[in-house]
Each structure stands twice: as C-alpha cells, then as structure tokens.
C-alpha cells in the first residue's frame, strides 16, 4: 500500500453497517454481513471504507445520536466483530475510516442522563444550558421545518438546553476542555483498534463557540489543530475529513495554511454547483467553483461527492440557479427537503440515464479531489420517497433477486427494501450486474480502476481550459511532467469542438484516450478537433513526445504513469 499521503489517490465507498448485509437473519444489517461483503468492495476497487456511525444509538437519526462512543450498537454484532472487520480491510488492503460526531451525543448518553440530574453533576458543563429561555431559540435550526427551536426545556435538569440539531441530540460543550480531552480519547480508541481516521460530522457547529449569551458565534480553528495533532502523534498517516458546508473563503481556516488542520473536506460548494452545471449545461459556474476551492495546502485533499446519505443541499447557490436545479432534478414538492436541497438518490434524478450518469461519474472521478461513492450508486440504486426526510436514500443494498434483494433472510427487514418500479431489486441488483459486461457496476469498477491509473488527479495542479461553447467543460491536470486533460459535454445534443491542449502556447500533437482507442492527433495549427456524443466524456493522456509519436501502436502504460509515486 503506498502510505504517504495515501488519501490523495483513493477512492472512498460510504456505507451503513444496518443496511448494507444481514448475516444473522434478524433483519438488520451487521459486521459479520458486511465482512462477507468485503471481496466485493476490493472487487469494485475502492481503497477507503467510510462507515457511517455503528456506536451504541436509539437510532433516532440513522445513528448520529450516539449514546456510548467506545462501542458497537449490539443490533450490528460486538466490538470482536469490529475488529475481525477492520483486520478482513486490512488483509484486503482497504482502510476504514468512521463517523466522528462529537457536536452531540443522544439525550440517551451516561452523561446527558448525569448532567440533567444535577446542576450539581460531573457531566453538567459537559453540555450548554441556559436558566431562561434564550432570546435567539428560534433561530439556526438545521432542520427547518422539522425542527421546531435551538433550545429545549428539559423538566429533570429544570433548565434549557441547547440541540443544534434533534431535540435529542443536545449539543456537547466543545469549548470545555474535559469534552475535549475526552474527544481525543474516542479518537485514540478507535485508531487503536484499526481505523485510518475519521469523517468528522459538522465541524464548523463542533468548533462554535456555544451558548444563550452567544450572540454571533465564533469558531474556535485552533482546535482543529489540536485534534490533528494528536491523531498524529497516536499514527502519522491518519486523516480527519471534515462535513463543513462553508464558504470558499474559510476553506483555508479548516485546512490550516502551513496544512495544519484537517487533511480533507468535502467539497460542498463544487458538489451544488456541479448539480447546477449538469441541470443547465452551463459549466461557467462550475468552473467559477473550481477556482474558487483551488486554494489549499499541499498535503490537503477534497472530498468530492455527489450524492450522500443526506439531502443534496442547494444552499450556496443563487435563488435562480437553486430554481433550474429544483425542476430538472426534484420538481416535486416531496423530493425536496429543508427548502433547500433534493432527498432523491442519483440515479432516479437523472432520470435514469446512462449517459447522464456515466457522465456524472466521470465529472465526479476527474475534478479535483477524491471520489467519495455512496454505497448503491456503483449499480443505480433507487429511492422511496414514502420514507420520511432522508430515510428515502437509505434502502437496504440490493445484492440480488432473492427475498428482499438478499439482503436479509428475516421477513422484516429494518428498512423497506425497493422491490416496486424500475429500480425494484429485480431489475437492479449486484448479481445481475455482475454478469452483466455492460452493466453500471461493471462500467464504475473500470472507472474507478482508470481513476487510481492516473495520479494527476489526486495530485497534480489544474487548470479550466475555456471554450466559448458553454457546454463545454475541460479541466487538464499537470503533475511531474505528465499531463492528463478530462472534456465532457453536459448537453444532451451532440458537440463538435476545437481546442489546443497546451497551456501558454505549447503544442501537444497526441492525445491518448485512456478509455477507448479513439486517440486524437493535433492538426497543423496545433489544434485537436473532437466530435463528443451528448453527455459525452473523454479521458486523455497529453503526449505528443517523439518517441510515442513513433510507435505504430500507442499504449496507454507507456505513455502513462512514468512518476507514479510507488
Ligand atoms: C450531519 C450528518 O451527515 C447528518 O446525517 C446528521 O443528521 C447531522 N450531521 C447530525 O449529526
């Protein structure tokens, strides 16, 4: 395994334990389950797990309400099944990284029940409280229309208290330094027992500062470093990758600017805008967002998604650009949530359509960063938008047409797996894809092993090469003398183009596609001229050196990863 850095050139695959593989037949996903899933993860070619929370829960939000850190919820096996997991990745050479989410914990947890049960209690200033109702109760709600207030009056504690989220889920306070000691502890914990990091839930609400005297919140960046820190005294290579839906202009205070803060981050403001770009063929935003985000610290790395277990939050764009998004991908009232994003899974947003989601997913593997592949994705899983908010994206895997897509041999599953329309487990499944030659599965797995092939991305420096054709979108990456260029076409019409690969007046004569033999040689003027299909993607070496040029036949192999940091 290539370890420096080893987050740059990965690909990650999320996943929830509980509704990924049910082994013991009670009808919920566990360890055991997903360990006998592993083959297929290395398979598909991905080199991160990221597990979404597992810990002990009432699972009130899909487990983001944790109510012991240093444990396994029994529903999905005990802590020596975690561990037979982490060593399977191991020998597999896939690393895992875990939710991290320490803003709150569940109403549910030893110290919330200690800290309302006296103003007196150890645990009490673990948390934030306020005597009165606070004047600004109303406001910051991240869940608009489910969520009622900020502060909640708790009758036991006979004080108020502070859920940035979920009534149940009462805000930790972060600024008191045992919270903090004891944060580094879980970290130490689960690095100990195998993990290669951690996906850090809401960091920009875990560095606040809190509480009802707080009329403008402050976030407290030199935290971040302290938790980096000590990750990395405890093992040098571990990661933190932060949930932080922010502005362009405060990525530099996550990543630290000597990188010094957090490793990765997920790409938020390309995610909106490249939903923007595909909805509207109009790449111009989307590149606008890609300048803006390219600022960052050698050693750091995005996060670049489309979909996850979330909402697709529409937040950062304009109210116009959030509009044309809303109508072509979620025009329905009940496929949008929060007022501001689409709950739907990405295969049924673009209509089902291969082109436009071979077409996502290439954007998704060639722009800046890591590829983060929410588990379904890879075969085009569906929702059901009966399931209240998020629920909806959160179906059990659908591995083959047996009961319940066999997933589970229990006749209550914990969710209700799609078993109706065309994304029913028996049209859309893993077995049936995996004999398939043109199946999605098989197509991600060939672009996922393409996207490891080429480096430049995770490391190289880009650049957005213009064309005045809007639809248009070309992004080349240099990296050690070798050159890599990414066109598509967000139109669904059909584009012939002209374009001079080199930046600043050099001139490549060869293009070598990395994906068919359809290789474009530059014509006297310099120029490559290409006829790309609607919703069409190429993936390009640069070469143009003399002695490639003098082959009769042009291998990719040669032409391609001489630099490869091995
Ligand atoms: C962000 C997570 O992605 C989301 O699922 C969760 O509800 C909130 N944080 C609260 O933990």
Not at 427 to 456: C, F, G, Y
Request: net charge neutral.
């Amino acid at each position: 395994m290539i370890d420096d850095l080893w987050y740059k050139n990965g690909v990650f695959y999320c996943l929830s334990v509980g509704t990924y593989m049910d082994a013991n037949g009670d009808g919920i996903g566990d360890f055991k389950g997903l360990l006998r899933r592993l083959d297929y993860l290395q398979g598909l070619g991905v080199t991160t797990i990221w597990l979404m929370p597992f810990q002990p829960s009432p699972g009130k939000d899909d487990g983001y309400d944790i109510s012991d850190y240093y444990g396994v919820d029994p529903r999905y096996g005990t802590l020596g099944d975690f561990v037979e997991f982490a060593h399977g990745c191991r020998q597999r050479g896939i690393r895992v990284i875990i939710d991290l989410v320490v803003n709150h914990t569940s109403d549910a947890h030893a110290w919330f029940r200690d800290a309302r049960s006296s103003k007196d209690s150890p645990h009490r200033n673990w948390y934030v409280w306020a005597d009165k109702k606070p004047a600004n109760a109303d406001k910051g709600m991240v869940f608009p229309g489910v969520q009622k207030s900020t502060w909640t009056r708790d009758k036991e504690a006979n004080a108020w208290y502070f859920p940035r989220f979920y009534d149940f889920q009462p805000d930790l306070n972060t600024s008191n330094p045992r919270v903090q000691a004891e944060i580094l502890k879980i970290m130490g914990f689960w690095i100990q027992l195998g993990v290669s990091g951690f996906r850090m839930d809401a960091v920009p609400f875990v560095i606040s500062t809190k509480g009802a005297k707080v009329r403008k919140p402050v976030e407290q960046y030199d935290m971040l470093r302290s938790f980096r820190e000590f990750l990395q005294w405890r093992q040098g290579n571990a990661i933190i990758l932060a949930e932080a839906n922010v502005l362009p202009e405060t990525d530099m205070e996550y990543f630290g600017d000597d990188g010094d803060r957090m490793q990765m981050m997920f790409n938020f403001h390309v995610n909106q805008h490249l939903f923007y770009a595909m909805a509207s063929a109009d790449s111009r935003p989307l590149a606008k967002a890609l300048k803006a985000t390219k600022p960052r610290p050698a050693t750091a790395q995005w996060g670049l998604f489309l979909r996850n277990h979330d909402e697709l939050d529409l937040g950062r764009l304009t109210k116009a650009q959030r509009d044309v998004v809303f109508k072509s991908f979620g025009p329905d009232k009940n496929m949008q949530l929060y007022g501001r994003g689409i709950r739907r899974r990405l295969a049924p947003m673009l209509g089902g359509d291969r082109r436009r989601l071979e077409l996502a997913y290439s954007l998704m593997c060639t722009l800046p960063g890591t590829p983060v592949i929410r588990y379904g994705d890879e075969i085009g899983m569906g929702d059901n938008l009966d399931l209240p908010e998020r629920n909806c994206a959160r179906t059990p895997m659908q591995w083959s047409t047996e009961p319940h897509a066999g997933f589970t041999e229990s006749d209550r599953p914990c969710a209700p797996v799609i078993d109706r329309g065309p994304y029913g487990f028996e049209h859309v499944n893993v077995a049936k894809q995996r004999r398939d030659p043109n199946s999605m599965l098989n197509w991600t797995e060939r672009i996922i092993r393409m996207r490891k092939e080429v480096p430049e991305i995770g490391w190289g420096d880009f650049n957005v090469i213009t064309l005045r054709d809007p639809a248009i979108l070309i992004v080349r990456y240099d990296w050690r003398n070798n050159s890599v260029l990414f066109v598509h076409n967000l139109d669904e019409k059909p584009r012939e183009l002209a374009f001079a690969s080199g930046i600043g007046g050099e001139t490549w004569k060869l293009l070598v596609n990395l994906l068919t033999e359809d290789h474009s040689r530059a014509d006297a003027r310099g120029r490559h001229n290409l006829m790309l299909e609607g919703y069409g993607y190429r993936w390009y070496r640069v070469g143009g050196l003399d002695y490639l040029l003098k082959r009769s036949d042009i291998d990719t192999d040669a032409a391609g990863n001489a630099g490869h940091p091995a």
